[in-house]
């Protein structure tokens, strides 16, 4: 069994040997007997380990390609996890464009004491070189870049970093393992927010981190038992069955994406369009190489200034104004106040997030349907 569609439907599947359920049960106990007074079985209590958490983290990894999965209560929780390997005065690097909630972590764990973190454009090779000078513990990707779309060659940043000393850790989050697989190009680890994509029904607040090597994965489980940062029953539960429909949302969302990229790109109102599944984008031919797919997530600028985005973001329907991302429906989110809103306004505009930005979660509707919402929101400017 090696198509990954195939492996995910089939996850954890006829595995009940009490009744013979089909579908894995939900198991909701927070603890388990022992063997003996000496002897535990493979869950003891709720918080370290259970069942649904240890078929969610096998189900990613086997997707990802990795030696473990470690399932948390969210996707900044998966992230603060990975702080734990790294002693406060080892080096982080983070993109400077990267999601508002990660960049407001890293800077506040960097105030604290608890580590230290350099933001740079990755893409720019002088900044990369000179950071990696300094020797860092961990290189933090994230690719495509919320919300601006850009790209990195996850390859080749991973072998630099290598070669540094570096570990890498790649936020898969807007790709999912449908579309883009960190681990084969060289990456350490592979996190998700497991609300996004991965559940795929907005109903769910979840993350994950794979991580290549069994150590570190061992390592992770340990610290997240001890932190009590793991996920709940339920919402693994969620996200497992969310995920057998994973490969089927995804082709439809890009595909509806796709269309509305272009729509956009011809409208007279609009500045700029990022999506790496454009021609025009400077991302298209790294898209083409990295990732089987350009994913359902883009972004646009108006014309004009902050009025006229509030008149389209206001005036949207079937676009719901919401800041996550990944599900059926399809949302509309201003970065500046919404998903970014805990950045500086200085760390905004070196990441070149404006406020005429618009970045859209294209769901399931038709897109023919969405793209008479646009049109209609657009036409109040």
């Known amino acids: 069994m090696t198509d990954k569609r195939t492996k995910i439907i089939q ?21 388990y007997q022992f063997k003996s007074i000496t002897e535990k079985g493979e869950y003891d209590y709720g918080r370290g380990s259970n069942p649904n958490r240890t078929s969610l983290g096998k189900a990613v990894a086997d997707l990802e390609g990795g030696a473990h999965g470690v399932v948390t209560a969210s996707g900044m929780a998966a992230i603060d996890l990975l702080t734990n390997l790294f002693k406060a005065d080892e080096l982080i690097i983070a993109p400077h464009d990267c999601y508002g909630g990660t960049h407001r972590l890293l800077t506040h764990r960097a105030t604290q004491g608890r580590l230290r973190v350099l933001f740079i454009d990755q893409n720019d090779k002088a900044a990369l070189k000179d950071a990696l000078s300094q020797k860092p513990a961990l290189v933090l990707i994230e690719t495509p870049s919320n919300p601006l779309m850009r790209l990195v ?11 540094a000393g570096a570990l890498t850790a790649v936020d898969n989050t807007f790709l999912s393992p449908a579309r883009q697989l960190p ?4 990456a350490d680890f592979s996190l998700h927010s497991t609300t996004k994509y991965l559940n795929g029904h907005s109903d769910v607040v979840g993350g994950v981190i794979v991580a290549k090597d069994l150590g570190h994965g061992e390592q992770l489980a340990w610290w997240a038992n001890c932190a009590g940062v793991t996920g709940s029953p339920f919402d693994a539960y969620q996200t497992l069955r969310g995920m057998r429909t994973l490969f089927a949302r995804m082709d439809v969302q890009e595909g509806n994406a796709s269309t509305i ?15 790496p599944g454009l021609k025009s984008d400077p991302g298209y ?17 108006l014309k004009g200034g902050f009025e006229q985005t509030k ?19 399809s949302l509309i989110c201003f970065p500046t106040t919404m998903t970014h809103g805990g950045m500086t306004p200085e760390a905004r505009e070196i990441a070149g997030i404006k406020d005429t930005l618009l970045r859209l979660s294209i769901g ?14 657009l036409a109040k400017i």
């Open 11 to 31: 996850a954890d599947i006829g595995s009940d040997t009490t009744h013979g359920a089909v579908s894995p049960a939900l198991y909701m106990s927070s603890t």
């Open 153 to 163: 060659d996850i390859e080749a940043l991973c072998a630099a970093a290598k070669k």
């Open 183 to 186: 681990l084969s190009m060289g």
């Open 261 to 275: 990229a272009q729509f956009l790109q011809a409208h007279p109102k609009i500045e700029k369009v990022y999506y």
């Open 285 to 301: 031919k790294l898209a083409q190489r990295q990732q089987s797919g350009a994913g359902a997530m883009l972004t646009f600028e």
């Open 311 to 329: 008149k389209v973001i206001e005036a949207a329907r079937l676009f719901q104004m919401a800041p996550s991302l990944g599900g059926v429906e």
């Open 364 to 377: 399931l509707e038709s897109a023919d349907d969405l793209i008479a919402d646009l049109t209609a929101s």
